[in-house]
C-alpha cells in the first residue's frame, strides 16, 4: 500500500482480475479496465502478488455463492 492506503498498480490488477465480477473502478470504462489490467495481472501473479491473502481469510471467496 502507498501513503494514502491505494494497492500498488500490479497488485490492483491481480485483485481486479480475482474479483472482476464484484468490482470495477469508476474510470476508465470496463471494458477499457479488462483490456488494460489483463497484462499487469499477469505479470503481478508472476511476481507472487494475490488476489487474496490467507491472513486475512481462511480461504479465497467462491466466485458463485452456494444456492439453496
Known sequence: ???KGLPSLLRL???MREFDEEMLLARPP???QKV???P???VG???GY???YPDYTSEPLAK???TR
Open 1 to 3: 500500500m502507498n501513503s
Open 30 to 32: 470496463g471494458a477499457v
Open 64 to 66: 458463485d455463492p452456494p
Open 13 to 15: 490488477a491481480v485483485i
Open 40 to 42: 499487469l495481472a499477469a
Open 36 to 38: 488494460l489490467f489483463a
Open 45 to 47: 501473479h508472476r511476481l
Open 50 to 52: 494475490r488476489g487474496w
